[in-house]
């Protein structure tokens, strides 16, 4: 059983940064497509960023593009979100995703197979 944690969330004021990382166990998340997707109050959960197994492969939102990256270390089993200027519209759960499926990178939820629990990230105005 794969299992993802999620850590680094907090609260920071517009204009910072934040790292978040996601630390996977259970059977290896080499092959696996990796993403963060994020759900404010009352909104639906949506797509952050993605990155492919082998970490040639990386799609973001429109709304996150140029502010994010997300990478990899397979060696480490751990995927990243480092995430600057951030705003307070970033402000949400953000929760990490696998998808055992070998394949392109996939903005769907339904694409994800297994999930971590989320973590709070509250940017200040």
């Known amino acids: 059983q794969v299992q993802l944690v999620e850590s680094g969330g907090g609260l920071v004021q517009a204009g910072g940064s934040l790292r978040l990382s996601c630390a996977t166990s259970?059977?290896?998340?080499?092959?696996?497509?990796m993403g963060w997707f994020r759900q404010a109050p009352g909104k639906e959960r949506e797509f952050v960023a993605a990155?492919?197994?082998?970490?040639?492969?990386?799609d973001y939102a429109d709304s996150v593009k140029g502010r994010f990256t997300i990478s990899r270390d397979n060696a480490k089993n751990t995927v990243s979100l480092q995430m600057n200027s951030l705003k307070p519209e970033d402000t949400a759960v953000y929760y990490c995703?696998?998808?055992?499926?070998?394949?392109?990178?996939?903005?769907?939820?339904?694409?994800?197979?297994?999930w971590g629990q989320g973590t709070q990230v509250t940017v200040s105005s």
């Open positions: 259970g059977p290896t998340n080499r092959r696996f497509g």
């Open positions: 995703a696998a998808d055992r499926v070998f394949r392109p990178v996939v903005r769907g939820t339904g694409g994800y197979d297994y």
């Open positions: 990155i492919s197994w082998s970490g040639g492969s990386t």
